[in-house]
Structures are given as C-alpha cells and as structure tokens.
C-alpha cells in the first residue's frame, strides 16, 4: 500500500517538475505540458494525451499568426484609442467620399478582403496627421486633406495608409514577447472559454499590444524603410487604379510647406517629404502629373471644399 | 512583325499561367465577417451571394488573385483569395476540432485570443476609450455599383487588379 502511494507520489512530482520546466522554458513546452502530466498522473491514456498535446499546439500556433479575427478587434482597439486624443470631424458628406474613394483603393490593393473590411473617417484636429489600424481603420486628419489639392492626391494618401495595413506594419509594431503570457494562458484553456483569471491576462497582452502600436503610430513613427515600403505600395495602388501616382509627390511638396515649423504629426512621426521623394523618384521616375479632370475637381470640392 | 507575334506568345503565356486548374476541388474556409461571392473575378463585377465567417467551400479553379467557388447549396461564383482560408476554422472554442487535435496549420478558433470577450474586458478596464465611433465608420460601406459609377464618372481607367 505505502509502495503504491510513494510510487504515485514521485508521478506527481514528476508532473510537478514537467510543469515547472513548461514555465521555464517557454511555450514550445507548454504546449506538450498537458500530455506530460496527464500521463505521468495517470489520468488519461497515451491517446488522450497526445489529442491535448495537439490541441494546445492549435491554439498556439493561432495565436502566434494573428488570425484576420484577432487582427480586427486590435484595429478597433488602436482605432478607439486614436480617437481619445483626436476627434472625429463629423461631416457625413466628407466621410462618404472619403469611403468612396479609399474603398475603391483598396480593391486594388494586395489584400482587399480583411475580417471587417476597410474603413475611413476623417478627424478634426488641423494637424497633418493619418493612422492606419490593423485590419483596415483609417482616420485621416483635416490638416492632411488641406495638403491635397486634387481627388489624386488624397488617393495617393490613403493608397498610403492602405499599405500599412496590407503591410501588417501596425502588427509588426507589438514587442516581441508580448504575447507569450497570453499564450501560456491559452494553452492552459485549450478547448474551454477563458475564466475569469485567464482573461485578465489575455487582455493584459491586448492592452499592451494596443499601447505599442498606438505609441509607435503617434510618438516614435515607424522607421524610414517602412514608409519608404508603404509609399512604394501607394504607387503600386495607384497604378493599377488607374490615377498617375505623381500626384503622391505633388501632394508631398505640398506637406512639405505646410509641415515646416511645424513638429507635430507628420512631420514628428514621418521622414521629411523631400526624402520621401527623392525615395519615391527612383521608383516612378519623373514622371508629371497630367491636369486635374473637371469631374473630379467638382467632386472632390464639393465634398471637401472648406474641410 | 517577329515582335508583334512574340508578343502575342508572351500574352498567351500569361493568361496560361495566370490560370491554375486546382487539381481535384479543393475546400476552403471563408475567414472575414462577411464574403463577397461574384459573376467575375473582379470587384466590379455583380454579388452573386454573400457568405459568412467560417462558411466551407469548394475551390474548383484559380485566376491570379481569384477563387472560383462553388457552395454547399449549390450556388457558384468568384472570390477574392484574401477572403480565403486552407484553415478550417472551428466556430466554438469547446467544439469536436478544437478538442480532438487537428494542428494548428489546419485549424483556427474563432473568437480565441483577441476577440469580443477581450474587447469587452478591455472596454470595463479603459473607460476613456470609446468604441462609438469606430461603431459608425465601419457602418460606412461603399458598395460595388457606386465604386464602378465613381471610376467612371471620374473617367479613371483601372490597369489591372480589380479588372482581372
């Protein structure tokens, strides 16, 4: 009888051991840790085991390439966070154009079909300001719709910000490790909903994903190879659509002036405009941009006239 | 002359290899909230049906960036690849998938990780943040009919990618 109890004793640690290495040493580990245990337990057999084993990887390896889900309710969340320090401009008919235009980009755009689809809104303040949210939420400021003199150039803004999402540069922004308490908590649930102890600490990572994507967004910027990356998408964009995509560098000549004194916005978070076109030049050469269309110019006043 | 034929070949070449017969149909999971089906490989073209998050389907044929499709209930068209998944995506957390160990290359959880159970959790943690309007603008859809007027009207002339 002692025999058995001792021989169950020492499983346990065994188990108890698995499971302090699992912590140790990270969440390839942990994702075996259930069948570890539950066979050194005796409570399942090697078949059972090897099924949680296989089910804790699932979700691991799910959350480690963020679904289209996942990547939506981040966005909204840097979205909502965004719109605490700036203010939408609540002007229905601005904002439809504004969707007409970036959402008619954005079939032309690599990855067209996000979980929630692509979405555009304009914000008060005058700064020359534009964010991109993971998943497809744009907010493009007053100020920055003031440096676009032609329906081509706010296309060429928002063919901008259209590659930062495509480009997942939002996603790329989140610390490299952010993720792994939440994992673990994950991997725990495997197969059940998340109780109460185990969703604070999958929010905790969400929390901090948000802060480190808005932070990078509104204070640091992303670095001068990312923007140069999303300008050189904006081209590709604008191309296929159809509008002459020297209308980027006519639009950021114009930043170029109304950015000069001025460290806020863009010209803290964006490499200067006259290195984004230098950069861009070697792409579409030096090429002109053509007159504006009368369509175009009517539509784009009426819409955004006095913006 | 020899160049306008070389051309000739060099455009056949690309219709050939910008269409792939997928070999035996293969099925595929819709994974945004709500999936366009269309008449054409093209965004311009007519919605035939909408489909839904998770939603399996058939993949008979591809053209560069476009699936042809056809659904349980019979109903055919093209979808965007981007709106596609290999991933059969298992729609409750306790289900038989999720429980009985297809990998993570083959399946992904919906509403696991960041989802709407950690968005609320995050709404009651940071008061200040309002959802309201990210609510509203992602009201805000354009639909097919208005971009083609919009790109007509304005005399814009797409190259390639929404035309295909």
């Not at chain 2, 042809?68 to 957390?93: F, P, R």
């Amino acid at each position: 009888m002692s025999l058995r109890i001792d021989a169950r004793a020492q499983l346990l640690s065994v188990a108890a051991a698995a499971l302090a290495l699992a912590f140790v040493s990270g969440c390839s580990t942990m994702s075996q840790v259930g069948g570890v245990v539950g066979q050194a337990t005796g409570v399942m057999n090697a078949d059972q085991a090897e099924a949680l084993n296989k089910s804790a990887l699932a979700i691991e390896k799910t959350f480690q390439d963020i679904t289209p889900e996942q990547e939506y309710y981040i966005g909204r969340a840097v979205a909502a966070t965004v719109l605490v320090t700036y203010k939408p401009f609540d002007r229905e008919q601005a904002n439809a154009y504004l969707n007409l235009i970036g959402q008619t980009a954005v079939q032309f755009s690599a990855k067209p079909e996000t979980f929630g689809g692509y979405h555009f809104l304009l914000l008060e303040t005058d700064e020359v300001n534009a964010f991109a949210a993971p998943g497809g939420l744009i907010l493009v400021s007053r100020g920055m719709v003031r440096c676009c003199k032609t329906e081509d150039e706010l296309a060429a803004v928002l063919a901008h910000e259209i590659s930062h999402v495509d480009h997942q540069h939002g996603l790329k922004a989140i610390r490299k490790g952010r993720l792994t308490s939440a994992l673990t908590t994950l991997g725990a649930a495997a197969g059940s909903s998340l109780a109460g102890g185990q969703l604070a600490e999958v929010t905790k990572a969400f929390e901090g994903s948000i802060s480190d994507i808005t932070s990078t967004m509104m204070n640091s910027g992303y670095s001068r190879t990312t923007e140069f990356e999303a300008d050189k998408g904006a081209v590709v964009i604008m191309k296929k659509m159809g509008y002459n995509p020297a209308a980027l560098v006519t639009m950021l000549e114009r930043m170029q002036v109304q950015l000069k004194a001025d460290n806020k916005g863009f010209g803290k978070t964006h490499p200067a405009p006259e290195v984004r076109i230098a950069e861009l030049k070697k792409t579409i050469g030096t090429e002109t941009q053509p007159e504006a269309s009368p369509v175009r110019q009517e539509r784009f006043q009426k819409s955004l006239g006095g913006v | 002359m020899k160049r306008q034929s070389k051309r000739w070949l060099g455009l056949g070449l690309i219709v050939m290899i910008g269409t792939t017969l997928v070999a035996g149909p293969v099925t595929m999971s819709v994974q945004v909230k709500s999936g366009q089906v269309l008449a054409t490989p093209s965004f311009l073209g007519k919605v035939v049906t909408r489909v839904n998050y998770g939603d399996r389907l058939q993949v008979l044929e591809q053209q560069g960036d476009w699936s042809k499709v056809t659904l349980a209930d019979g109903q055919g068209g093209w979808m965007h690849n981007s709106a596609l998944s290999k991933k059969k995506i298992a729609m409750k957390a306790g289900s038989q998938d999720a429980q009985t160990g297809a990998s993570g290359d083959e399946l992904a959880l919906a509403g696991k990780g960041f989802s709407s159970d950690v968005e609320a959790d995050f709404k009651t943690k940071n008061r200040d943040v309002d959802f309201t309007w990210v609510d509203k603008m992602e009201k805000i859809k354009v639909p097919p009919e208005s971009m083609q007027q919009f790109l007509k009207d304005g005399g814009i002339q797409p190259v390639e990618g929404g035309k295909r």
